[in-house]
């Protein structure tokens, strides 16, 4: 079962290597590369193909599910579609087939959604299934948001405000809601694994809190917008409760004593801290000027989807996958390069978003290259265990 696992890390490989060849494009541009195409496929790849596809696996592993025909015959049509996006993506951008592709994807997990549901029963009496189930509605929730898309393209609306905060709608529930309560669920399961007695009331608290404020911080994505300013106190009003989920469940983690191995401990640290940065930042964006500035200045965006995205849910995906032995790490230096490759883009980013700095691209593109070169060996270690590093 956890071969499985070798296709999600093939997929980061290959989004990733999309990515570092977009960052490439900014060192010396290609004629012949259609940036807003391959950056359609990176995403795709990144989000539906490595995030959601582990997550896919591991609820397939978690609860006896791949025992059952229809899941395996189901598992492997989902492959073969993301095999297919991966190829129309980089080459044709939305087109049909992508588009096709993406629609027979979106109604593939919609049917595994319900067979969860009926299949692992008492959900709502267990914190892992809990999330396993939010993080699946949330999933239906965001895929409605490309649906939507192509009314508003044929209703000649392709660049309106609108169809722009249909896209931060999509984006927003994706990692705000799908990612993070997936990882929570694959945490809880891990827990409980261990048969480590947890406050169930605060793990309650802190889930639900942070469901709560999934809805309202989606207003901080329209801010581009200028809409009135009652769009700013609703997303602030997200953001505030999104914070108290976070210290509800900081205070959960200083209660739980788990040992976990010393690579996967300074993952799963690494992803607090960076989903904690995520609550604060998404707070302070409530602010006008704040909001503005995210808008204008693009490195600032692409910073935070990154610490998001690889920061808070990669990295504990990642310490995940050491845990439970999908993997194994006979040296630290496949957590040294992605750590070093995560927090030097990071940090250059930002920077050129503040500052013009002397071959920021190139830095930035070197730095990426070290994050790759962790996640290969990651992927290598996965899909090939008995080599050594």
């Known amino acids: 079962m956890h071969t499985l696992f070798k296709l999600p890390f093939m997929f980061l490989v290959v989004g990733g290597c999309i990515g570092l060849l977009l960052r ?26 490595w995030i959601f596809n582990l997550l896919l696996t591991a609820y397939l592993l978690n609860y006896s599910l791949w025992q059952k025909n ?3 015959v189901l ?15 980089p080459m044709q951008g939305y087109s049909v087939i992508s588009i096709c592709l993406s629609v027979l994807h979106t109604f593939c997990i919609w049917l595994f959604t319900i067979w969860f549901f009926k299949d692992v029963p008492h959900g709502w009496s267990s914190h892992s299934i809990w999330c396993a189930r939010v993080s699946l509605l949330l999933f239906a929730l965001a895929s409605f948001g490309p649906f939507l898309l192509g009314v508003l393209k044929a209703n000649g609306l392709g660049n309106s405000p609108l169809y722009y905060n249909v896209v931060y709608y999509y984006l927003h529930f994706q990692y705000n ?13 891990w827990i409980e694994s261990k048969q480590v007695n947890l406050d169930s009331a605060r793990s309650y608290r802190s889930y639900v809190l942070l469901l709560v404020s999934i809805f309202p911080s989606y207003f901080l994505s329209v801010l581009w917008s200028k809409p009135p300013i009652i769009f700013n106190v609703i997303g602030l009003a997200g953001a505030s409760i999104q914070i108290v989920a976070f210290i509800c469940f900081v205070r959960l983690l200083w209660r739980v004593d788990v040992k976990a191995t010393k690579y996967a401990r300074m993952l799963m640290h690494l992803a607090i801290a960076s989903f904690g940065l995520k609550c604060i930042l998404q707070l302070v964006s409530a602010h006008p000027v ?25 990295l504990f995906l ?7 032995k999908i993997l194994t790490l006979h040296s630290p230096l496949a957590v040294l390069l992605v750590v070093t490759g995560f927090f030097g883009t990071e940090l250059l980013m930002i920077f050129s978003g503040v500052t013009a700095i002397n071959g920021s691209a190139l830095l930035i593109f070197l730095f990426s290259c070290l994050l790759l070169a962790g996640c290969v060996i990651f992927a290598f270690r996965v899909l090939i265990p008995s080599v050594h590093q």
């Open 177 to 189: 809601g799908v990612f993070i309560f997936g990882a929570l669920s694959l945490w809880f399961k």
């Open 24 to 49: 490439w494009h900014f060192v010396s541009p290609l004629p012949w590369l259609n940036y807003s195409y391959l950056l359609h496929g990176h995403s795709h790849i990144m989000f539906l193909g």
């Open 75 to 89: 598992f492997w049509l989902i492959q073969g579609l993301l095999a297919g996006m991966l190829i129309s993506f």
């Open 290 to 314: 704040v909001a503005q500035m995210a808008l204008e200045v693009r490195p600032f965006l692409i910073a935070y989807l990154h610490l998001v995205v690889v920061g808070a849910v990669s």
């Open 70 to 72: 229809r899941y395996r």
């Open 318 to 324: 990642l310490a995940w996958c050491i845990e439970i």
